[in-house]
């Protein structure tokens, strides 16, 4: 199946459902790629710069963690790369104090990973470096051969991302692919109150905004669609006690849209929600609920200096 019959299929199954969903793996095309950089450069956009102090102010911390034996080479695998901004200095770090290792970024998308390479060997150029592209779980299984030591990284918050179960469903395949006393660096964006959090997901330059509406811009592109964009509007809600912010796309009237290559119309109430993304925020209670089974254990966890962010250390028993 390719990637673009994945996605017509997808967006069937989204906007036939009750209630209407787009997933949000689809926010990442070229223009979404660039819309979420400026995202994160955004004031109101807090857990980028919590988790980079992380890495800037407590690598040495974070090195100390994983526990490694200096003489034995070992495999550095980051799961999602992005642009290594915060990665980086942890890279820096581990080639001051003379560690041997290789670090291998793993992403679905070649343009990523050719960005990070070209920005490793520009600054830090005895970095030994083996990006690779593809399903994060068939590269781990590629690399579970190996008799090097591995330290897995999944930064970002990215896990906030998945439904519960699914995270659990998540973790449990990366433990799979550990050998006992491997560890995985996880970062977190910790629950908070909604006057903090919800402006990082409506920011006043209206980014964000742009972000969820890129998805319509994409689906007309690809698909065929004819999405007015102006009649939706991106409406972004968290549930304080439950640490779950959702974003969603608001039908601004009845209206119907047709996607030649489905051929099919989609109707749309006044005031309709698409769900397109959720972003959980955690805690070490709701941490260690997602890890239950999974034969990780928390060892360690490092906070930025507002709490707002965590980067934790999971061990495999």
């Not at 979404?32 to 995202?39: A, K, N, P, T």
């Not at 034969?295 to 200096?305: M, P």
Request: avoid cysteine; glycine fraction near 4%.
């Amino acid at each position: 199946m390719t990637e673009n019959t994945t996605f017509l299929k997808d967006i069937q199954v989204g906007l036939s459902h009750a209630p209407k969903y787009i997933s949000s793996k689809y926010f990442y095309d070229k223009a979404g790629d660039q819309l979420f950089r400026q995202i994160m450069k955004m004031p109101e956009y807090y857990p980028f710069d919590a988790e980079m102090e992380i890495f800037r102010e407590q690598s040495e911390s974070l090195i100390e963690s994983f526990e490694l034996n200096p003489d034995v080479e070992f495999d550095l695998i980051e799961l999602g790369a992005g642009d290594g901004k915060k990665t980086q200095h942890l890279l820096k770090t581990l080639l001051a104090k003379k560690y041997k290792f290789k670090y291998i970024p793993v992403d679905i998308s070649q343009n990523t990973l050719d960005v990070i390479e070209n920005r490793m060997d520009d600054i830090l150029v005895n970095l030994e470096i083996m990006p690779k592209q593809g399903d994060y779980f068939q590269v781990l299984d590629e690399l579970i051969a190996s008799r090097k030591p591995k330290i897995v990284l999944f930064i970002g918050s990215t896990l906030g991302n998945m439904e519960d179960e699914v995270a659990k469903d998540f973790l449990n395949q990366i433990a799979v692919h550990l050998k006992p006393d491997e560890k995985l660096l996880l970062g977190l964006d910790q629950i908070k109150s909604a006057e903090i959090v919800l402006p990082a997901y409506n920011d006043v330059a209206g980014i964000t905004r742009d972000f969820n509406l890129n998805l319509l811009r994409r689906i007309n592109r690809e698909l065929n669609a004819d999405f007015i964009l102006e009649n939706f509007e991106h409406a972004p809600e968290y549930d304080e006690k439950e640490g779950i912010a959702k974003s969603f796309l608001k039908s601004k009237k009845d209206q119907k849209v047709f996607i030649r290559d489905l051929n099919h119309t989609f109707h749309f109430a006044e005031n309709e929600l698409i769900h397109t993304e959720i972003s959980r925020k955690y805690n070490d209670e709701i941490l260690k609920e997602i890890i239950k089974g999974s034969d990780l254990k928390i060892s360690k966890k490092f906070l930025d200096s507002r709490e707002y962010f965590a980067d934790y250390i999971l061990t495999k028993k």
